[in-house]
């Protein structure tokens, strides 16, 4: 049976080249510290690995270090080098998976349609499998194989914070608005529940309809303001998980 998703055992497998490739990010600024937030919502990361030949890639290792992330060398010594760190990726995942009951959720951090029988696998063995990219470099193949997926912003898509946004961008301070796709993601799968909802939960079928969502956009500080708000709207109801640290969200009707 699996655990609730505030208890979650994660490992994370991250295919690096496919992360940076074509996709905003870079060496120099790949940054995963928000994926991780995104992660520990919902449980505990206690497996980190990245792939890559990493002679190509030093910039981010001592920043991947820095999150205690495993890095493990591939470095191509064929033609078809290029695809050895997919296949060490796979075969440590299924290993994991076999060995490690108590780890119940994979997040394959890569937009490669190659990984789909991996993720097919992983769930036929009770394992949740999330999967994490950036949406225009992820293939739908790889999104409808993962029981949920995560979109990371490109980089180039976030306003520097010393860049003035332009007069026509600005928008008043005065209210803050709850943006009608949170409402909309939020009654649809609240309608749904059977049971609390994991604030992740919420995000997540958020980003699923808009990628490129941040509440910071809207007027709010963080996700756990924006849901302040809507709970004061009458939007949700919201009450203390099972861990002090933990919200739950149910219907504002629910009794």
Partial sequence: MKRESHDQRIALFIDFENLVTRTGHSADNFDLQPALDTLLEKGKVVYRRAYADWTRFTAATQRLHDKGVELIDVPPS?????????????IDA?????????IDTFVLASGDSDFCPLAYKLRENDRTVIGMAVKEATSPLFVKACDEFIYLRAPARRREASEPASPREKAPAKEKVIPEIAK????????????????????????????????????????????????????????????????????AEAT
Avoid at 78 to 90: F, H
Avoid at 94 to 102: D, F, G, S
Avoid at 194 to 219: L, M, W, Y
């Fill in 94 to 102: 299924l290993e994991l998976c076999y060995l490690r009951e108590h």
């Fill in 78 to 90: 064929t033609r078809a080098g290029k695809n050895g760190a997919d296949v060490r990726l796979v």
């Fill in 184 to 251: 909309e993601a939020t009654a649809a799968l609240l309608s749904k529940a059977t049971a609390p909802i994991n604030p992740s939960a919420i995000k997540a079928a958020i980003v699923r309809r808009e990628p490129d969502f941040d509440e910071r956009d809207h007027g709010f500080s963080s996700f756990s303001r924006l849901l302040e708000a809507m709970e004061t709207a009458g939007l949700l109801r919201r009450e203390q998980g099972a861990k002090g640290q933990w919200y739950v969200l149910a219907p």
